[in-house]
């Protein structure tokens, strides 16, 4: 681990003790340094904005009352990821009973691929987006979730395993096919591992 990352770490673990101590300011930072992260996730699980809203303040609301029974998290952001992914599935599941709809009615990874970097010359854009296009096509729903949780997110195998709760090995065989998929292509045909990288990370 790096000083940087150790630092971090280090500086998050304080945050948390504060907190659970009862510091507003600690559950503040916790919450302005995770909440659009976890929007971003829910809206790509599903595309209703009030109820990824309403999940993620539930979360929110849910370690608030019960931080003194909530154990220390190694990574909060993983912490909050899994508590986000448990609460949209009850809630759906209760929409579920309500409406009556079916038993296989779960939440499929969705995404609208977009460009960050700024910088970037605008063919080279064009390029990327065309390549993006072609991923969403090519990948399974789930193939999509775990490469979003991996490249963009940096969760390692584990810690996806638990978030969608499957096999720690299945995680590493869906990236593996997923990368061989994309690599069938033929618009990938010319794209390094370098770029492939960065490409994953605009997921």
Same mark, same amino acid.
């Given at each position: 681990m790096s000083i940087t990352k150790e630092t971090i770490q280090e500086e998050s673990e304080e945050t948390w003790v504060k907190f659970v101590d009862g510091d507003k300011k600690a559950f503040t930072s916790i919450y302005n340094l995770n909440v659009d992260a976890l929007f971003s996730y829910g809206m790509k699980l599903n595309p209703n904005k009030n109820f990824v809203k309403d999940c993620v303040q539930d979360v929110f609301l849910d370690i608030y009352e019960h931080r003194k029974q909530i154990s220390r998290p190694k990574n909060i952001k993983f912490y909050l990821f899994?508590?986000?992914?448990?609460?949209?599935?009850?809630?759906?599941?209760?929409?579920?009973?309500?409406?009556?709809?079916?038993?296989?009615?779960?939440?499929?990874?969705?995404?609208?691929?977009?460009?960050?970097?700024? =910088? +970037?010359? /605008? %063919?080279?854009?064009?390029? &990327? *987006?065309?390549?993006?296009? =072609? +991923?969403? /096509? %090519?990948?399974?729903?789930? &193939? *999509?979730?775990?490469?979003?949780?991996?490249?963009?997110?940096?969760?390692?195998?584990?810690?996806?395993s638990e978030i969608i709760d499957i096999n720690h090995n299945s995680v590493r065989k869906q990236v593996y096919r997923a990368i061989k998929k994309l690599r069938k292509n033929l618009v990938l045909d010319n794209v390094t591992n370098s770029n492939m990288y960065s490409l994953l990370m605009t997921l």
């Open positions: 899994k508590a986000l992914k448990r609460s949209m599935f009850r809630e759906l599941k209760k929409e579920r009973k309500k409406s009556s709809l079916p038993e296989n009615e779960n939440m499929s990874f969705f995404t609208t691929y977009n460009i960050e970097t700024k =910088t +970037i010359d /605008k %063919e080279v854009e064009k390029q &990327q *987006q065309k390549l993006v296009a =072609t +991923i969403t /096509k %090519e990948l399974t729903s789930k &193939q *999509q979730e775990i490469l979003y949780l991996r490249f963009t997110k940096g969760f390692n195998y584990i810690e996806i």
